[in-house]
């Protein structure tokens, strides 16, 4: 019964913190129609826009088709990849033949030089790159004509080290997809709002990282950062640390998830969360607490007598998350709408009410995903499998021997018959043949 | 090469996306060349019947319909990524026993070939309007719930002088016994929903227009099969 009364708190606390996230991101998106960025500033300087590639995105073509469209007087682009049987090169080839009056080089190298295969994808990318104005941006993103006039605004002030963008899941078809594109849109967006209003913590989403080369010089370069699982997060942090401004800028950018299957989000909500667990500490405890529709359905499991009623009030739980989390869908739909996308680009923005019905069911798996990392620090990105540490640290997966894989190592070697052999052995041989 | 798939399927007959939507997968992926091919399905037996009675068969009715909305895609496909669409269908003569059963491909399709003719008949008349025919998954495939067409293969003494090519890798499936017996190929993704996209696929050397891609595939010089995987 106490258990009953300790999760029903636990889900009102879940519900007061995702007001508190739901209440940032109105603030945010309010403050920001305050002003109007795209006029703040004359502030255009030359930038290189980074993109690495690595396979076949949902809407690729479009993505970085919508980067040649920029109303900016004067950038580059850079697609880099580490093969040419990559996919993604023919599509940066048909980009690049569609838009001859663009500057857009392809770089295609392998580089070894980390773990982490968007900083190997980068460090060509980086080098080849002719502006101090860097951008470095994913290739599941798409953006509106004015997104460089409106990011580049926020960079004038010297004291700015690094602007980013909030993410919009936009155009989900499978339920893989839609679940991406409904935990993108209310739990990510809430958490990046929340931490950089309320706490300043800077919270880099590395689908869009404006920087200055110096800057990200003084911090350490892309080499700092090679074997970072969350290069974003941690090259925010050290431009904090290094005494820059991290801004979240007003601009929101798409990131159009179609056809994911469900076992792909899986995987990187595990990643993500075990990269917060290493990086965040106790903090990642309180990410429980913002789920009060898994926290409903604890109390349901603890309620012995009185299921009936832990069931309703799971039911009223999870029908107030899935109208907040439409009302923040609705936010974001006419902020975006309104001020930057033209209604080529902005297509199907409006995601129906029917794919909010499935919050529940992501919250769910979402809470269950969230004891993952404490069992299991092993990561599966992009078909390469990697153990993560502190700070998000990678090391290669054959050569990591944690406790657990020593111990278990130890355990397969231990052969009674051979230290057998080995006493009958003469003491001369016994050293190397205990060895074997 | 021209990476090309030849056997697709759309929300015209069981497809699980809209035409404009396959379109899109294609041609964001770097598609070279593709045909749209749904299914005309036989109506003269209770498995056809049912096909058309929930609408997954192109029927005489709609073909006009469907052949207009292939060629706006096809002209869109062309200006946006520069991806050439052909029309096609799939001719599916279902029966209750895999041996009775065939299904074969018309690409490059001018007139509606209803399914309840003669199979050497619909073939006879694809090659009058200058099509090319393609024999579908000719032997065992692997997926439990697909259902075996043996029928062409089991007959193709009869029948091979009339196809223009067999498909040798159908989604993730390879049938070995087309090359043993040197018969023109083609592999395709047999596409229904988006997941398909990744499967075996054709590579053609040839220019890219329709008669170049015929004569390529009725030559099979050139021709080279790859399994697309992301």
Known sequence: MELLWVFASLTVVGLIMYSIQVFSVKQHLNNSSEQNPVQLSDFKPPLSILKPLKGIDDNLFDNLESFCRLDYPCYEIIFALQDYNDPAHKIALMVKNKHPESDITIIVEHCNQGLNPKINNLVPAYRASKYDLVLISDSNVMVGTDYLNSIVSRIASPEVGLVTNLIRGIGGRSIGAIFENLHLNTFIMGSVCFLDRYLHIPCVIGKSMLMRKSD???????????????????????????????????????????????????????????????????QYLSELLCNPVFMSVLTIIAASGERLSALLFALSVSLIKITGDYYVNMLTHRHQSQRFYPKAVCYSVVSSFRQHLFVPAKDILIGLIWFVPFISAKIDWRGNKYIIGEDSRLYSHENYSGVISRLLKRLHNFRPWQIRHNINTPISNFNSSSKI | ?????????????????????????????????????????????????????????????????????????????????????????????????????????????????????????????????????????????????????????????????????????????????????????LANSDFHRASHIYSWKTLLRCEKDIQSIKRCIRDNRGVAITLFRN
């Open chain 1, 216 to 282: 990200l010089e003084a911090v350490g370069g892309m080499n700092a950062f090679k074997d970072i699982l969350a290069e974003d997060f941690i090259i925010g942090r050290e431009m904090k640390r290094y005494g820059k401004k991290v801004v979240v800028s007003e601009y929101m950018i798409q990131n159009i998830n179609e056809y994911w299957s469900l076992r792909r989000f899986l995987n990187r909500h595990t990643r993500w969360g075990k990269l917060r667990w290493k990086i965040g500490g106790y």
């Open chain 2, 1 to 185: 090469m021209l990476l090309c798939d030849f056997h697709i399927h759309t929300k015209y007959s069981d497809g699980s996306l809209e035409l404009r939507k396959v379109v899109d997968i294609f041609g964001q992926s770097g598609f070279d060349v593709i045909a749209i091919t749904d299914h005309v399905v036989n109506g003269d037996n209770s498995m056809g019947r049912f096909a058309h009675r929930f609408k997954f068969s192109v029927t005489a009715h709609n073909f006009d319909e469907y052949l207009q909305a292939l060629r706006q895609e096809a002209q869109r496909a062309m200006d946006k990524y520069g991806m050439l669409v052909i029309p096609g269908i799939e001719i599916s003569k279902n029966h209750l026993t895999a041996d009775k059963s065939a299904h074969m491909l018309i690409i490059d399709i001018k007139e509606f070939i209803p399914a309840c003719m003669s199979i050497e008949s619909i073939l006879i008349e694809a090659k009058n309007q200058g099509a090319i025919t393609v024999a579908c998954h000719p032997h065992y495939l692997s997926e439990a719930l697909n259902k075996n067409t043996l029928y062409l293969w089991n007959n193709r003494d009869r029948y091979s002088r009339y196809i223009d090519a067999w498909e040798i890798g159908n989604r993730d499936d390879l049938f070995n016994v087309i090359s043993l017996k040197k018969y023109a190929f």
